[in-house]
């Protein structure tokens, strides 16, 4: 709910505590009244002062957040933090020059994995980059561990095999 409308009802809900009190105040003097004939030495009176000075304390504190909350309160915009989700979750283009730093600190069958990853949009099986590289099944798998191990890649469980993908 929007700050505003919060702010208002809190102040309406302080007003209505105003007249609970104001209501409760005129009661209470009739009784003291009627039944009290020490006049303003009476010690009902002074209950009477204290808990109107209490109720209107809270009431006046009440109308403050609600003021607040009116003039002052800011709004998130549900919207701009989806959008930016969104731009977070949208996958950036691969290419060679965003990864050149990284291509640079990598051993030359490191590299070549690395570039076909690159080529293939920055994912592909295990078994795909054996046949594009021409490496066999445990060299593949030792230098995806290294890479792993630097976190350039990450290996991920789909089914029977495991699909490689850049970080």
Known sequence: MKNIIVGVLVVVIA???GF???SFNSAFTDVINSSC??????PMWETLDFQTNVSIAIMAFVIIIGLYLIFFGKEEKIITKIIKMVERKEPKT???????KVLSGLSSEEKVVVEKLIESKGSLSQSDLIEH???NKVRISRI????????????????MSNIVVLK
Do not use: A, P, Q
């Not at 691969?94 to 050149?100: A, D, L």
């Not at 995806?144 to 089914?159: I, N, P, T, Y």
């Open 144 to 159: 995806l561990d290294r890479l792993e191990g630097r976190g350039v890649v990450e290996r991920k469980r789909h089914g």
């Open 20 to 22: 609970i009190i104001f």
């Open 37 to 42: 004939s020490h006049g303003e030495t009476c």
């Open 94 to 100: 691969i290419t060679k020059e965003s990864y050149s």
């Open 15 to 17: 007003l209505l505590m």
């Open 133 to 135: 590289t021409d490496f």
